[in-house]
């Protein structure tokens, strides 16, 4: 991945993601915001107790950096509800989606999809013949539902998109050094066992890539940051590390 710095606001690009001038996407650190401890500083979450002032001033930052009018954010729930958001659009800088929405996607231009993530993963998918964007947010649960399969089904119902068109960038997020489940029996089921490593720790990032995979997305065509949230304290925010924590923003943009 690539690092950008403007001002004091740090985010990350996929080198997948490089060749197509239509898109603007960031992985962002938690530099350069407003918020005070324990979400210093670029902290985008709004229910995890920050004052909701220094939350709105980190989102405008964050849609400065990247040049956006317009930021749209789902209802995040830890599900595998995947929505399309043109029709829940309205008026503002922001539209926060009225209904469940772990995943969300348009081909509409100039619309942010933001997720927000904190040991999650935060996934972005571009078609480049529908044009087509997509930002999903899928902690273990989200992999457990298999939401990438929601996903894509999901674009081809809308879009008819073919997933061996498809670009798929899945941001830092646990590793498995430290994603401990000691309950897997009861939380996986049988058939994601076989992700797992010595002292019940599970490998979320190959789980992810083997459902893409199945999914008809090409090899060549998924990038996995394999950058632990957890192990980066300076950069990543992390609720299995911290508890109360902020949350990191992921955003794309078709221009």
């Known amino acids: ?99 469940s929405s772990d995943g969300i996607f348009t081909r509409k231009r100039n619309l942010g999809l933001c997720v927000f993530h904190a040991d999650c993963q935060a996934a972005l998918f571009y078609d480049p013949k529908k044009r087509v964007i997509a930002n999903i947010h899928s902690g273990w649960r989200g992999n457990r539902q298999n939401i990438y399969e929601k996903a894509v089904f999901a674009l081809k119902k ?42 019940d720790h599970f490998d979320l990032w190959k789980m992810s890539y083997d459902q893409l995979r199945k999914l008809g997305v090409k090899n060549d065509h998924i990038e996995i940051a394999k950058i632990c949230t957890y192990e980066n304290q300076e950069d990543f925010f992390s609720y299995r590390r911290d508890g109360g924590s902020g949350r990191n923003a992921t955003v794309i943009v078709l221009n």
Not at 176 to 181: L, N
């Open 158 to 199: 809308t879009y008819d998109v073919d997933p061996k068109d498809l670009r798929v960038c899945v941001s830092p997020s646990l590793g498995p050094k430290v994603s401990e489940f000691i309950n897997y029996k009861s939380e996986w089921p049988a058939s994601f066992h076989k992700y797992k490593l010595e002292k």
């Open 1 to 99: 991945m690539q690092k950008n710095k403007k001002n004091q606001l740090e985010w990350l690009e996929f080198e997948l993601l490089k060749e197509f001038s239509e898109i603007t996407h960031g992985v962002f650190l938690r530099k350069g915001g407003v918020s005070c401890a324990p979400f210093t500083s670029l902290n985008v979450g709004g229910a995890v107790g920050d004052d909701p002032k220094s939350v709105l001033e980190n989102r405008k930052r964050i849609m400065k950096a990247l040049h956006l009018k317009k930021l749209v954010i789902g209802l995040q729930k830890h599900e595998d509800k995947v929505l399309e958001v043109d029709p829940y659009i309205v008026e503002g800088l922001q539209s926060i989606l009225p209904a």
